[in-house]
């Protein structure tokens, strides 16, 4: 049967195959709104590309997109996952779809023709370049409360809240999550997406949502600003590569700041793509378990760790399985 099914109305909703998971359960259900893609990821082995000839690389295909990515890493985790956003009818939205749904991920969303497609550009030294096809835009949104339905918790990406089209939807999404008493969490994605988004415009939308876990990279932090951001949310989990995360927040006692190192033992980070969101799925799993602040920053970076270890993997052939499985590994 196919993956890809009917909906009402508007409404595609399009499911996979179902894994009963009972570990971690207590977290609740996350919902990731947002972006579903597929990855080429293109290792270069030299700094630049010959412009008139061969330059060797080795290029694998994954699936991705930052909510998606959020969505089957909370999966492996234990913790029941559901991602919403626009899937392809086509072939490459097929297989997505079929990829979320071996790991028990089922998807709702708007179904549009053509799948988004990303081109991950990984320099030797890890540092990375997108070139990225959208697909074809949805030709109607609705954001339905059925989307978020058995939700303890909504996230949103922030190529879904700052996208033209997808915006008003996706944060539509997550202030029916509000009302309906749910948690809410935000990655704002990148400094060019907030960028061309409008800083005013997103702090704007982090007043109306007041999430209460928002995560930023080092740059995002300095573009929005930390001050700005405490103000409007509960804490500001803020990676910073190889150095300490840092955990913001306010209190009665006035704004607070705590630091927690990074293992990089023994790892060289050669490719980190979809590490920040194997960091957002481990982290709000120990968040909303309850399990504090310092599990969650633990559990976050353990993910984070595996994700980077999956971009060894690709550069250096294969490890254990055993190995693989224990640090969250996405491909």
Not at 84 to 111: K, T
Not at 229 to 252: I, M, N
Not at 265 to 293: K, M, P, S
Not at 306 to 330: F, I, K, N, T, Y
Request: hydrophobic content about 40%; proline content about 5%.
């Amino acid at each position: 049967m196919s993956p890809l099914t009917g909906g009402v109305g508007d409404l595609a909703v399009v499911l996979g195959p179902h894994r009963d998971r009972s570990a971690g359960r207590s977290a609740g259900m996350i919902v990731a709104v947002g972006d579903l893609a597929t990855d080429i990821v293109v290792q270069l082995s030299t700094a630049t590309i010959d412009p008139v000839s061969d330059t060797p690389a080795l290029i694998t295909r994954h699936r991705g997109g930052a909510a998606a990515n959020v969505a089957t890493v909370s999966a492996r985790l234990g913790r029941p996952a559901r991602f919403v956003g626009p899937v392809g009818r086509d072939s490459g939205g097929r297989w997505l779809v079929e990829q979320l749904g071996d790991l028990g991920v089922a998807a709702l969303g708007p179904l549009v023709e053509v799948a988004s497609t990303i081109v991950v550009l990984v320099d030797p030294d890890g540092a990375r370049r997108f070139l990225t096809d959208p697909g074809s835009p949805p030709t109607s949104l609705v954001a339905d409360p059925s989307l978020v339905a058995g939700a303890s918790r909504v996230h949103l990406s922030g190529y879904a809240v700052c996208d033209p089209l997808l915006g008003p939807w996706a944060a539509e999404l997550g202030s029916i999550a509000r009302r309906l008493g749910l948690r809410v969490s935000v990655d704002p994605a990148s400094t060019s997406t907030v960028s061309g988004f409008g800083i005013g415009r997103l702090l704007a939308l982090l007043d109306d949502l007041r999430p209460d876990v928002v995560h930023v990279n080092e740059d995002e932090s300095e573009l929005l600003t930390l001050g700005a951001l405490v103000d409007r949310c509960g804490v500001v989990v803020e990676t910073r590569g190889a150095a300490p995360t840092r955990v913001h927040g306010r209190s009665g006692a006035g704004a607070w700041t705590r630091e927690f190192d990074v293992d990089l033992t023994g790892l060289a980070v050669c490719d980190t793509t979809g590490a920040g969101d194997a960091f957002t799925a481990g982290f709000l799993r120990e968040w909303d378990a309850g399990r504090g602040l310092e599990s969650a920053v633990a559990a976050g970076g353990t993910q984070r760790r595996g994700q980077w270890l999956a971009g060894l993997v690709r550069m250096r052939g294969r490890l254990p399985r055993h190995e693989l499985e224990s640090c969250g590994h996405l491909c």
